[in-house]
Structure formats: C-alpha cells, structure tokens
C-alpha cells in the first residue's frame, strides 16, 4: 500500500468503527439499565427475605447493592466478551485506545469508576462524546479506552495462526 493511501486507509476504518456508535450506545444503555434493574430487584427480595428470616442480620446485605452497578461493568468489560451485555446486543465492544486490544482489569475498574461518577455527576458529560474522535466519553478517555462496533472490529483482527 502506498503512503498516499494509508491516511485514507486509517480514515475509513475509524469511521466504519464508530459509525452509528451513539445511537447504539444510548440504546445500549438503557438495555443495561433495564438489566441492571432486574437484578438489583431480584437480589433486594432475596436480601430482604434472608432479612426476615435471619430477624435483621441479613440487613447489612443491603450494602452489595450499592456495588452492583460497578460490579456489573467491571465483570462485563473485564470478561472475554469485553462488554456489558447491552453492549454486546447493540454489537459493540470496548477496546484499547492504543491498539484495540482487550481492556486490562485496571482499565474496566477505571472505566466503570470514572463512568459512575459521570452518571452521578449528570449525564450531560457524556455529550462530551458529540465532539471527539471516535465519539469517546470522558471515562472513554480517562481509561484509555474506546467503545467501536463489534463486527468491524472482529474483521481487523489478524486470523488466528494454525497450530
């Protein structure tokens, strides 16, 4: 490939990668939100029935659901599948920024810290996403991570050598 063309190259790539991502990611977010949703109210009723049944030393249970959101994404983001499962149903996926490689368990703990604190800080910071390349958030760029379409991604990945 002739240097000319490399630019051009890198040019359609990224934007085969992030084409449509913040319209996926809104709907991946309330995909999660919904998910999330579920299982805090399924682990409140078992939390609140140990409850009961304990005669309130089950109470301090309550404690994890604090937790759960920040538990549910950094599994999720940790895990082989390298996204939370709304994520992965809108066809998207988190991956270095650098070299599109998995996330580092620091990575999805700093991406889900810094997320959750923009969340609780107003949700107004993530349209920060409407004007950067690759349409990154602020915890996109603080974790040195980047959310891309999945189907892309898997087409840039070098085939696996055989044994």
Do not use: K
Request: glycine share 6%; proline share 5%; charged share 10%.
């Amino acid at each position: 490939m002739s240097t000319a063309t490399a630019p051009l190259n890198q040019l359609w790539i990224e934007d085969r990668l992030t084409s449509g991502l913040l319209l996926r990611r809104v709907f991946a977010w309330l995909l999660d939100a919904l998910i999330l949703a579920s299982i805090a109210g399924l682990m409140w009723m078992v939390i609140a029935t140990l409850t009961v049944l304990t005669f309130g030393l089950g109470a301090h249970l309550f404690a994890f659901l604090a937790a759960l959101p920040f538990l549910y994404g950094w599994l999720s983001l940790a895990s082989p599948m390298q996204s939370s499962p709304g994520q992965a149903l809108m066809g998207l996926v988190v991956v270095r920024d650098d070299d599109l490689g998995a996330p580092t368990g620091l990575q999805a703990a700093i991406y889900m810290l810094f997320y959750l604190i923009t969340m609780a800080t107003g949700v107004i910071w993530t349209a920060i996403a409407l004007f950067t390349t690759r349409h990154r958030t602020l915890h996109d760029m603080l974790s040195g991570c980047v959310v891309v379409r999945r189907s892309v991604w898997r087409a840039l990945l070098p085939p696996p050598a055989l044994a």
